[in-house]
């Protein structure tokens, strides 16, 4: 017979702290609580930027590049190019006067790229991306890492205790998510056969070659936000009475 109670469960935020306010917007009317328990947290590095005149637009991936990058007025005045909602409003509150949200993902940051008629863009970005834009747009777009993210060293106790005695659904949005996500359960002890949790990816390609302790790695439908948080609800309600 199973230890888990199917009335008791959590839903793992391991995203940045800059991205809670989000999560729990998207996650909140979910049944379960939310568990905050952020993988990474970003550490600014040294960089050296070109003369604003030397590019027309910025291209932006992410919250924290919005809020690292800090610069001279003129370049308040290009084209932004923004993946995401969270990202595009930032960029507004950043005081950019032309932020164009490109979609939710890099894909469609891709492709609406490959149809626009920018000339140079700067793209600031943390030292891992999931995509080098620099490379599939050679001599349009100039790549500079601004970011580090750094990995926790382990789970809280008092979240390994929690996931020995309840379910666990966990939204994995990238695939470096998903290794450090696996990592830290291997050193908190925590098994297939001891915890029950369920690892929820933003798309196939998260888990691609890393082998998690959870139960079941469900895939949202679609790339986005709404996405994985409808598959997330599918299978909370899976695992229920």
Same mark, same amino acid.
């Given at each position: 017979?199973? *230890?888990?109670?199917?009335?008791?469960?959590?839903?793992?935020? *391991? $995203?940045?702290?800059?991205?809670?306010?989000?999560?729990?917007?998207? #996650?909140?009317?979910?049944?379960?609580?939310?568990?905050?328990?952020?993988?990474?947290?970003?550490?600014?590095?040294?960089?050296?930027?070109?003369?604003?005149?030397?590019?027309?637009?910025?291209?932006?991936?992410?919250?924290?590049?919005?809020?690292? !990058? #800090?610069?001279?007025?003129?370049?308040?005045?290009? *084209?932004?190019?923004? @993946? /995401?909602?969270?990202?595009?409003?930032?960029? @507004? $509150?950043?005081?950019?006067?032309?932020?164009?949200? *490109?979609?939710?993902?890099?894909?469609?940051? %891709?492709?609406?790229?490959?149809?626009?008629?920018?000339?140079?863009?700067?793209?600031?970005?943390?030292?891992?991306?999931?995509?080098?834009?620099?490379?599939?747009?050679? /001599?349009?777009?100039?790549? =500079?890492?601004?970011?580090?993210?750094?990995?926790?060293?382990?789970?809280?106790?008092? !979240?390994?205790?929690?996931? &020995?005695?309840?379910? =666990?659904? &966990?939204?994995?949005?990238? $695939? $470096?998510?998903?290794?450090?996500?696996?990592?830290?359960?291997?050193?908190? /002890?925590?098994?297939?056969?001891?915890?029950? =949790?369920?690892?929820?990816?933003?798309?196939?390609? =998260?888990?691609?070659? @890393?082998?998690?302790?959870?139960? %079941?790695?469900?895939?949202?439908? &679609?790339?986005?936000?709404?996405?994985?948080?409808?598959?997330? %609800? &599918?299978?909370?309600?899976?695992?229920?009475?």
């Amino acid at each position: 017979m199973s *230890t888990f109670d199917p009335k008791l469960g959590l839903i793992l935020n *391991t $995203r940045p702290a800059v991205y809670h306010g989000r999560f729990h917007e998207a #996650f909140g009317d979910l049944p379960w609580a939310i568990y905050d328990c952020p993988l990474t947290h970003e550490e600014p590095i040294s960089a050296v930027f070109p003369p604003p005149g030397a590019h027309d637009s910025l291209i932006f991936t992410s919250q924290i590049a919005v809020n690292l !990058f #800090f610069v001279d007025p003129p370049w308040r005045l290009k *084209t932004v190019y923004a @993946v /995401g909602e969270a990202t595009a409003k930032a960029a @507004v $509150r950043a005081g950019y006067a032309r932020v164009i949200q *490109t979609g939710e993902n890099v894909d469609d940051l %891709r492709q609406h790229l490959a149809n626009d008629s920018f000339a140079s863009a700067l793209y600031p970005s943390a030292t891992e991306v999931s995509a080098d834009l620099a490379q599939e747009f050679l /001599g349009r777009i100039t790549r =500079v890492p601004i970011y580090r993210m750094i990995a926790r060293d382990g789970l809280p106790d008092q !979240f390994a205790k929690m996931a &020995a005695r309840m379910h =666990v659904v &966990a939204p994995v949005f990238s $695939r $470096r998510n998903a290794v450090i996500l696996a990592d830290l359960m291997s050193k908190a /002890g925590l098994t297939q056969k001891n915890s029950a =949790v369920f690892a929820v990816g933003m798309s196939k390609d =998260v888990f691609e070659g @890393v082998q998690g302790a959870w139960q %079941r790695q469900p895939i949202a439908k &679609a790339p986005t936000m709404q996405g994985i948080v409808a598959m997330t %609800r &599918a299978t909370i309600e899976a695992l229920g009475p």
